[in-house]
């Protein structure tokens, strides 16, 4: 399977700012709308933000909106999330995945990373 490996995950309080990111193993990466999904111990799995391959396209959950902003760099097949203001209920793993269609239902999607931790304090 495609190989996508994520990281920039970390310990921030609240208010404070990280940026993830996400590789892919292959020149196929713009090809591929990609997304970001987080999950909270005892929690589903949820949406956060996808982009069509071109970048044309993006999404958000609404939690998220004017906090997050998804962007890829299809040369250097990376993928990322900024996250700023970040409030103690965006702590997760958040993972990466990769797939054909733009969608933000997580089973549609094709590829996973295996996730990096974001943990934000109160």
């Known amino acids: 399977q495609v190989q996508l490996v994520e990281s920039g995950g970390g310990l921030v309080q609240a208010g404070g700012s990280l940026r993830l990111s996400c590789t892919k193993s292959t020149r196929t990466f713009g090809l591929y709308t990609m997304g970001w999904f987080r999950q909270a111990p005892g929690k589903e799995r949820e949406f956060v933000a996808a982009?069509?391959?071109?970048?044309?396209?993006?999404y958000y959950r609404d939690s998220v909106k004017g906090r997050i902003t998804i962007s890829r760099d299809n040369t250097n097949n990376t993928v990322y999330l900024q996250m700023n203001s970040l409030k103690p209920e965006d702590t997760a793993v958040y993972y990466c995945a990769a797939g054909r269609l733009a969608t933000i239902t997580s089973s549609e999607y094709d590829y996973w990373g295996q996730g990096t931790q974001v943990t934000v304090s109160s």
């Open positions: 982009i069509s391959w071109s970048g044309g396209t993006t």
